[in-house]
C-alpha cells in the first residue's frame, strides 16, 4: 500500500444547498474543514443566500462555491452540479441534505469523470420509496449512527458494502472549558450566582415536541422544589417559543428558568451551564449537541433515544433516562444537582472520551479512507 505522501489529494465536491444552520449543515461545514486539513482538494458547494454561508467562507482551505440556479428544483440542482464536476474533475460528489441525494446521483452519473456519488443518512426515519430501491445502487451511503444504520441496512435494496457507519466530529479547540473567571463573567450575564447549579437544554424548539423542552420544564419544576439553587436554561430558537415562555410562568418558574436566545457562540453558552441535558422526545440520529458538552467538560443528562446511546456511557460521562419520563429525568438532574464531585468527574471523563473518537480530524479520516476504497480504480 502506497504511503501518505505518494497519494495524490483527491479533488471532492461537497454539497449543501440549504445550510441554513443546524445539525447536518454544522457537520458538512466539519467534514469538509476536517478533510481539507488532511490536504485534500474541497470545494464546498452551496447558496450564496444561505445563512451560514459566512461561516463556509471563513473555512480554512476549503474553496467555496455558489449553487447556480433555483437550489428547490433537483434537475437544475443535478445539472449545475455535473457542470462543476466537470470544471473540478471531481473524484467524489458527496450530498448531505435529503433534497440534493439525486442531483448529486446525477452529476457523478452524467458528468463523464468517472466520479462517485456519495450520501450521508443523519435521519432515523425510513427514506422513501425511490431511495430504497435505488440509493445503494447508485451511491455508497454513510450513516451517522449504528442506530440509522439498522433502519438502512432493513430498508434499502442493493450492495451492503456500499453501507457505512461514520460518527461526526466536532471542533475540540472550540469546545473546551473556560478559565474560570471568563465563566463567571457568561455566569453573571445571565443572572447565575457561583452558587447556583444551572441545567440546560440546547437545540431547536418547533411544534409538536422540539428537543423534549417540555419535559425539561416540567423536571425543573420538581427539581427546583427539591434544590432551591437550580436553574434552567432553554437556548434556542422555534415556534414553541410562547408555548414555553407560558410554561414558564404556569409553572412559577418565572427567575427560575430563562430563555436564551440561539447564538453562534454555543461554546459560550455551554461553559456558564454546569450540567446539558439533551431531553430528545421524537427521534434522534445521534445528538451532536452532546459531544459540544462533553468537550466543554460538562456532564450530560440525555434520553435513552435511537443513535443517543452511541454519544457517550451512561454513568461515565453522564446519564441516560427513558424519554418523556419526567420523574425519572428530574431525579438525575437532582442526583447531579447535589453532588458537585460526581458533576466535575463526569465532565472530565467526558472531555477525554470525545478527545479519543469524536474529533473532526478522525471523523474526516474515516470518511476519506472510504473515498479512497471507492475512488480505487480511479487513481
Not at 444547498?17 to 466539519?30: E, R
Not at 486539513?37 to 447558496?47: K, R
Not at 474533475?89 to 441525494?101: L, N, S, T
Not at 447531579?336 to 469524536?358: C, K, M, N, S, Y
Amino acid at each position: 500500500m502506497p504511503d501518505a505522501q505518494s497519494v495524490r489529494p483527491l479533488r471532492i465536491v461537497q454539497v449543501n444547498s440549504l445550510l441554513s444552520g443546524g445539525g447536518v449543515d454544522n457537520q458538512t461545514l466539519q467534514l469538509s474543514a476536517g478533510l481539507a486539513a488532511l490536504g485534500q482538494e474541497v470545494t464546498l458547494v452551496i447558496p450564496e443566500e444561505s445563512r451560514w454561508a459566512p461561516l463556509a467562507r471563513g473555512l480554512g482551505g476549503v474553496r467555496v462555491v455558489w449553487l447556480p440556479g433555483r437550489t428547490n428544483r433537483p434537475v437544475g440542482v443535478g445539472r449545475a452540479l455535473a457542470s462543476l464536476v466537470r470544471s473540478f474533475d471531481a473524484d467524489v460528489v458527496h450530498a448531505h441534505q435529503g433534497r440534493d441525494y439525486w442531483p448529486a446521483v446525477l452529476a457523478a452519473r452524467t458528468s463523464g469523470r468517472n466520479t462517485r456519488a456519495v450520501v450521508t443518512r443523519h435521519l432515523m426515519k425510513r427514506p422513501r420509496a425511490l431511495s430504497r430501491w435505488l440509493l445503494l445502487r447508485t451511491a455508497d451511503v454513510i450513516a451517522v449512527s449504528r442506530a440509522v444504520e439498522e433502519v438502512l441496512r432493513r430498508d434499502l435494496i442493493g450492495p451492503s458494502d456500499r453501507l457505512h457507519v461514520v460518527h461526526g466530529g466536532i471542533e475540540t479547540d472550540r469546545f473546551a472549558p473556560s478559565p474560570a473567571g471568563l465563566r463567571r463573567e457568561l455566569r453573571s450575564r445571565f443572572g447565575w450566582g457561583e452558587r447556583d447549579v444551572v441545567f440546560g437544554v440546547i437545540g431547536v424548539f418547533n411544534h409538536p415536541r422540539g428537543k423534549g423542552q417540555m419535559e425539561f420544564l416540567a423536571a425543573a419544576r420538581e427539581v427546583h422544589a427539591a434544590f432551591p439553587e437550580a436553574r434552567f436554561a432553554i437556548v434556542g430558537r422555534g415556534s414553541m417559543e410562547a408555548d414555553l415562555r407560558e410554561r414558564i410562568r404556569t409553572s412559577s418558574l418565572d427567575g427560575i428558568a430563562t430563555m436564551v436566545p440561539f447564538m453562534d457562540d454555543v461554546a459560550g453558552v455551554m461553559n456558564a451551564l454546569d450540567v446539558v441535558v439533551h431531553p430528545a422526545v421524537g427521534t434522534e440520529a445521534l445528538g451532536i449537541v452532546l459531544w459540544e458538552a462533553l468537550a466543554n467538560g460538562k456532564p450530560v443528562i440525555a434520553s435513552r433515544l435511537d443513535g443517543i446511546p452511541e454519544a457517550f456511557e451512561d454513568g461515565r460521562h453522564g446519564l441516560l433516562v427513558p424519554p418523556g419520563d419526567v420523574a425519572a429525568l428530574a431525579r438525575a438532574m437532582e442526583d447531579l444537582a447535589r453532588d458537585p464531585q460526581a458533576r466535575r468527574t463526569l465532565g472530565e471523563a467526558g472531555r477525554a472520551h470525545v478527545l479519543a473518537r469524536f474529533t473532526r480530524s478522525e471523523s474526516a479520516r474515516r470518511v476519506l479512507g472510504i473515498y479512497r476504497r471507492i475512488c480505487a480504480g480511479r487513481l
